[in-house]
């Protein structure tokens, strides 16, 4: 998509804090962290959420994400949001996981 900003950061157009890049997945920092640690990953594919996505690529794709969250968890926890449609406050129609870490979280989230 070229008006997309997380196709742009998937295409180095724009800079991100860059975590982790695959073929499948890129990793990046949030540019407005909710946490000590908040990364963002993105599959390489545009779509805007898990249910859009092509079949053929989501099982690599979701495998890519587990693997991730492994690399970027802390060891007190970690909590993984993904903000789908309206009401969940999506803001960028571009599917992201977000993996935010080093700090005590509350529940239910707002
Ligand atoms: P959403 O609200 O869609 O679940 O999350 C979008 C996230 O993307 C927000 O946390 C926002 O701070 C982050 N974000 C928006 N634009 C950019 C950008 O250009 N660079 C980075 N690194 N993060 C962004
Ligand atoms: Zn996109």
């Not at 640690?37 to 390489?44: G, I, K, R």
């Not at 859009?52 to 099982?59: C, G, K, Q, T």
């Not at 129609?93 to 977000?98: E, T, V």
Request: glycine share 8%.
């Amino acid at each position: 998509m070229d008006d997309c900003i997380f196709c742009k950061i998937v295409r180095r157009e724009i800079p991100a804090d860059e975590a982790y890049r695959s073929e499948t997945a890129v990793a990046f920092h949030d540019l407005n962290p909710q946490a000590p640690v908040h990364v963002l990953v993105v599959p390489t594919v545009h779509a805007p959420g898990i249910v859009e996505l092509p079949n053929d690529a989501s099982v690599a794709m979701l495998a890519e994400v587990a693997h991730v969250i492994g690399l970027v968890a802390e060891p007190a926890g970690h909590r993984l949001v993904v903000n789908s449609g309206d009401h969940a406050g999506q803001s960028v129609d571009h599917l992201h996981f977000h993996i935010l870490s080093g700090r005590q979280m509350g529940w239910p989230p707002g």
